[in-house]
């Protein structure tokens, strides 16, 4: 039976030190924030043109994801000062607007003492007023308009958010993280605590939990060093301490222990960014919690312990975590703590933004199937667009195909594109679909040989890139038809010249029927397979071999005579034939 002054939260147990540590937030919560007190972010645009704009229910994690320059840091920037101010500005080009739920009586009264400081020594004071603030930030404030504005925020949320919000949000950049772990005042121990390592000092279950979260991540022990008295300092131990005493006294068994163990000011970068940020979410004062950038001086193992443990200390937490990623990783590690999290996909080109919603189950299905999780398929999120070939040679040959066009003429080249391979034709659609589902413009490159492959493999690469299902029996009666066009000719489609071995009007037909496949990003090699490109470099053999071959030929010193420049014609003019599909925001095959 939860006590009706608990607010539901989760329950950890860990190992710690020996002994069964119960972490349970309930013992030490009191009425607060509505769980759900940010109910919506709306935002000013849609998931594609001409869409109604996005409304966002808010989750424990929200994750904004999205290529370079999509608007990640602005929407934090934007949510930020909407918290602090309630109000949007003319700055603001992503955020629309914010919903907030109210508090109960309870909680409100509980809350007006969670911002409330004491008068001053001669502070003039009015009866009905009282002092709000946080971090050196003081205001008189009316006590019953504060207490109706956190029981109806919609009533006043620009009162709301500077009387009450401002002092529970907290924006961490690279710095600030950091700062989180540097020596701090040990304070009044008789009087509340004000920074996370003051309530952790006097948490043992907490400080049990964040120990055990570096143990995990970093094989040392999370201690806090009381002995510079005044002072409390982070150490690492190699060894965990024998009592909670060893820890937090003075004795000279507690000034030995500290002594032996490393002063976290010489730690890594990293180590301080993943420290300061695990105190905060477990024990951190602000309830609005936004990071930039989280995986900043993390490996990538350690990226995903992080959004594992962040979407974790979510649950059944009345905070709420706002952050802006590059990485596939900490996205990983979200999703798979089972927490509730939104992904948010931002893109802007162009003078054109959207902003998707990507469903939790559709990007586990990208984690999970081992042929997407090896290709590494979930970095696409933080891309504008992905190419997707049949094999690692032909992903290699029209990367590089792209670079130098985007190198010597940026508007030729396809802009900010991942590469990714298939294992061969038939499990492209295994790619793309999932992709586009995501709403991210995925194109796929065939060889011409892909006319051969009728039922079930042809339908479903006509169904990965979304071609209408009306459309299917005419292209797949063309296909069969330019099919056997070619094996009458007696010649080898791939090998011996693509649509050029047949005659005018079957070559007609054969380019209209890639054509028509082009508008819904499939692309097929006229002129037969990844072997006919550059022909004349004399590049001989079949991938891999040819692939060494075409590479040496096209040389690596641009300042060279016989490196090889972009033309006009040849597989310049077919990459440029994906940037235009790319380029096209009314492309078919993406759905809305």
Known sequence: MECSECVPVYILHRIDIGAVISFDIRTHAQPSFPKDMIRNISLKFGRAPGLPPQAIQTTPVTVFVGPNFSGKSKVLAEVYEYCRNGQTNLQD??????????????????????????????????????????????????????????????????????????????????????????????????????????????????????????????????????????????????????????????????????????????????????????????????????????EAFLHPSLAFNLGKEMALASMGSEKRFFVATHSANFVMGCIQSGAPVNIIRLTYRGGVATARVLSNTDILKLMRNPLLRSTGVLNALFYEFVVVTEGDADRAFYQEINERLARSDPKRGIPNCLFINAQNKQTIQTIIRPLRQLGIPAAAIVDIDVVKEGGVTWTNLLSSAFVPELSHIALGQLRSAVNKACLDTGKDMKRDGGVEILSAPDKEAANNLFDQLAEYGIFVVHGGELEVWLKYLGATGKAPHWLIQIFEKMGEDPTAPDYVQPGQDDVWSFIGNLRRWFSDPKRKGIPA
């Open 93 to 294: 080009v992503i955020l629309a607007e914010m919903e907030f739920v109210g508090a109960s009586d309870e909680e409100a009264e509980f809350n007006v003492k969670n911002v409330t400081l004491k008068p001053l020594i001669n502070e003039t004071m009015r009866p009905e007023q009282v002092v709000v603030g946080k971090r050196g930030i003081r205001m008189q404030v009316d006590r019953s308009l504060l207490v109706s504005t956190l029981k109806k925020p919609g009533s006043n949320i620009s009162l709301f958010c500077q009387w009450f919000l401002t002092f529970n949000t907290l924006m961490l950049d690279g710095k600030g993280r950091i700062d989180l772990i540097r020596q701090q005042q040990a304070g009044d121990l008789s009087a509340p605590p004000h920074t996370s390592l003051q309530v952790l000092f006097r948490d043992d279950a907490r400080r049990a939990e964040v120990r055990r979260i570096i143990h995990d991540a970093f094989g040392l022990y999370f201690v806090i060093d009381p002995t510079n008295l005044g002072q409390f300092r982070i150490r690492l131990s190699a060894e965990a301490p024998a009592t909670v005493l060893t820890e937090r006294g003075i004795h000279d068994e507690a000034v030995k222990f500290h002594s032996a163990a490393l002063h976290i000011d010489q730690a890594s970068d990293g180590v301080k960014a993943f420290t300061g940020i695990i105190c905060e979410v477990i024990a951190g004062d602000p309830k609005v919690l936004l990071i930039d950038e989280p």
